[in-house]
């Protein structure tokens, strides 16, 4: 199941968007202010972030700024939510590095699509690029794991989940994030399955690459990868 953080200090708006998102089958947090929301962004990694523009302790503008300056959040997709109709307005919370930008009063219907299309750009953005990390080269436009040149064999099932990995290098991905992206989240997946192909794709990498990047257990959360 996929993880939306909504962050706007009215109270109705906050409830009215979570009540719409976990209809459309997203588990959500929330905050009604921007530090808050900052902290749970780190410690969560949402796989969607809606932030309202006007906010105490950090502006969504502000906390869209941090977000993009970090090496480890840079890539998580973020929605605005302002107020303030002007072109110039919108143009100022695009170039501060949001993705998208919805005036309000809006639809709860519009704010569905909107994200769902994020989404929609943002998982073909993953499927055809080049990630690179450490000493291991990703090519998901071919399919290809490498390092140094070298080719390393791996299942489809494996592949998905160290794509996803990669796309967040040192981030924790819980186990209802993996089954969410390599099984759409089939509910006959349970976390043995997920056990049984990180046990598979550690051994690969093992057998086949002798490098500093590993498959690292968070205990109680889920998976990373990283340089330690």
């Not at 840079?74 to 170039?95: M, N, Q, T």
């Not at 009063?105 to 909107?114: G, K």
């Not at 997920?194 to 889920?222: A, E, M, P, Q, W």
Request: net charge negative.
């Amino acid at each position: 199941m996929m993880l939306a953080l909504v962050a706007d200090d009215e109270k109705n708006q906050l409830e009215l968007i979570s009540f719409h998102l976990e209809k459309n089958g997203f588990d959500v947090i929330t905050a009604e202010d921007g530090e808050t929301a900052f902290e749970l962004i780190v410690e969560r990694r949402p796989d969607i972030i809606i932030l309202d523009w006007m906010m105490p302790n950090d502006s969504g503008i502000t906390i869209c700024r941090r977000v993009r300056s970090s090496k480890e959040l840079k890539s998580l997709p973020i929605i605005i939510l302002s107020a303030r109709g002007e072109d110039i307005d919108a143009s100022h919370g695009l170039l501060s590095g949001a993705d998208d930008y919805i005036t309000k009063p809006f639809s709860p219907i519009e704010l569905i699509a909107r994200i769902k299309s994020l989404l929609r750009r943002t998982t073909k953005n993953l499927e055809s690029s080049l990630i690179e990390y450490g000493d291991l080269t990703l090519d998901t436009g071919k399919k290809v794991l490498k390092s140094n040149d070298k080719d390393i064999r791996i299942g489809k099932t494996e592949y998905k989940i160290i794509t996803l990995l990669m796309s967040r290098p040192e981030n924790v991905f819980s186990r209802a994030q993996i089954i969410d992206y390599v099984w759409e989240n089939n509910p006959e997946i349970d976390d043995r399955t997920i056990d049984v192909h990180i046990s598979r794709l550690r051994k690969t990498l093992s057998d086949s690459y002798n490098g500093k990047c590993k498959i690292n257990t968070v205990h109680g959360f889920g998976y990373c990868i990283s340089n330690n």
